[in-house]
């Protein structure tokens, strides 16, 4: 059975395509003429973790993100996090690219509320955008001065890529807004979010139903763990979560809490000790105070008064 290979760091992605290396661990910029002689031209479907902008001047061939394929001519093309990537292209393809993980954004002055800033990239598809040829120059400009101070010596370069970024960035943003009407926007948005909102569900039933040790500096009861998870802001994940099922997120681990909890303690004979452990609570005392507060009745009572 074919997979798809999930890359979590720049530096795999760049063995994945056989480039060299990045400069910088949470962010790298190439021009698609650098990469042409080494680069593979024929991926198979992958997924990584990072944000992707792309300027495609010209060249022939097909980058396919999701479903959606980059059209002929001028175009700008962006990837989100955990979308599902192939590509099969001529060596001919003119224009840049750049990456940056969730790190890069967490350290940034300007990026706090980047997925409430810019709402295209919480869209699960790529919808490639238009270039006309009057605004051709000033988008390549853009790549070009983000790519030079990226190859610079200064010791400021990363905070000026941040503001051009976030100048390429607000000019997307104009040319989704224009190229998709208002209805289509908010559809693509509510779609997003709740994708959003089943992967969260799914990844909290897959952590707390894994047999694994995980190490107690972890938090797997909060959001944080998720959001990171889903490489992006608590914030964010909860406006999310609230909007799609009217609960925060902290109250759906919750949910998962007590009623695997209650699945236990009906169906096994797993001593309260054993399942606090089970659910990775620090202690049975605490995992004891949780149920109470969340049901109002101890555990081993729950047990008593519900059992056949």
Same mark, same amino acid.
């Given at each position: 059975?074919?997979?798809? +290979?999930?890359?979590?760091?720049?530096?795999?992605?760049?063995?994945?395509?056989?480039? *060299?290396?990045?400069?910088?661990?949470?962010?790298?910029?190439?021009?698609?003429?650098?990469?042409?002689?080494?680069?593979?031209?024929?991926?198979? *479907?992958?997924?990584?973790?990072?944000?992707?902008?792309?300027?495609?001047?010209?060249?022939?061939?097909?980058?396919?993100?999701?479903?959606?394929?980059?059209?002929?001519?001028?175009?700008?093309?962006?990837?989100? *996090?955990?979308?599902?990537?192939?590509?099969?292209?001529?060596?001919?393809?003119?224009?840049?690219?750049?990456?940056?993980?969730?790190?890069?954004?967490?350290?940034?002055?300007?990026?706090?509320?980047?997925?409430?800033?810019? *709402?295209?990239?919480?869209?699960?598809?790529?919808?490639?955008?238009?270039?006309?040829?009057?605004?051709?120059?000033?988008? +390549?400009?853009?790549?070009?001065?983000?790519?030079?101070?990226?190859?610079?010596?200064?010791?400021?370069?990363?905070?000026?890529?941040?503001?051009?970024?976030?100048?390429? $960035?607000?000019?997307?943003?104009?040319?989704?807004?224009?190229? $998709?009407?208002?209805?289509?926007?908010?559809?693509?948005?509510?779609?997003?979010?709740?994708?959003?909102?089943?992967?969260?569900?799914?990844?909290?039933?897959?952590?707390?139903?894994?047999?694994?040790?995980?190490?107690?500096?972890?938090?797997?009861?909060?959001?944080?763990?998720?959001?990171?998870?889903?490489?992006?802001?608590?914030?964010?994940?909860?406006?999310? !979560?609230?909007? !799609?099922?009217?609960?925060?997120?902290?109250?759906?681990?919750?949910?998962?809490?007590?009623?695997?909890?209650? +699945?236990?303690?009906?169906?096994?004979?797993?001593?309260?000790?054993?399942?606090?452990?089970?659910?990775?609570?620090?202690?049975?005392?605490?995992?004891?105070?949780?149920?109470?507060?969340?049901?109002?009745?101890?555990?081993?009572?729950?047990?008593?008064?519900?059992?056949?």
């Amino acid at each position: 059975m074919n997979t798809v +290979t999930h890359i979590k760091t720049l530096q795999d992605y760049c063995d994945n395509i056989n480039i *060299p290396q990045p400069l910088h661990n949470d962010f790298d910029i190439r021009s698609f003429a650098e990469n042409m002689p080494t680069v593979v031209q024929s991926v198979p *479907p992958f997924r990584h973790e990072f944000y992707a902008i792309a300027i495609r001047v010209d060249g022939e061939g097909q980058a396919t993100t999701g479903a959606t394929s980059t059209p002929e001519g001028p175009t700008i093309f962006f990837n989100s *996090p955990f979308q599902i990537i192939s590509w099969d292209i001529a060596p001919n393809w003119d224009g840049y690219y750049l990456m940056f993980t969730k790190a890069f954004m967490s350290q940034s002055t300007y990026f706090n509320n980047l997925l409430d800033d810019f *709402p295209f990239l919480r869209v699960d598809k790529s919808i490639p955008l238009a270039i006309n040829q009057d605004d051709l120059p000033l988008m +390549t400009s853009i790549f070009s001065k983000i790519y030079n101070e990226y190859h610079a010596d200064s010791p400021d370069k990363l905070q000026m890529i941040e503001v051009y970024v976030l100048l390429l $960035l607000t000019y997307i943003r104009r040319y989704f807004g224009e190229q $998709l009407s208002t209805e289509a926007i908010s559809r693509e948005l509510r779609n997003a979010d709740i994708k959003l909102m089943s992967r969260y569900q799914t990844l909290i039933e897959m952590s707390l139903h894994r047999d694994v040790e995980i190490p107690m500096i972890v938090n797997i009861h909060s959001v944080q763990y998720y959001a990171d998870q889903l490489s992006v802001h608590p914030n964010h994940l909860n406006a999310i !979560v609230k909007s !799609v099922s009217g609960q925060t997120a902290l109250n759906v681990i919750h949910q998962h809490l007590i009623q695997l909890a209650k +699945t236990y303690l009906l169906q096994t004979e797993m001593s309260v000790q054993e399942i606090a452990y089970q659910l990775h609570f620090e202690s049975p005392n605490y995992f004891s105070r949780f149920f109470k507060k969340h049901t109002q009745s101890s555990p081993l009572k729950f047990r008593k008064q519900n059992r056949l």
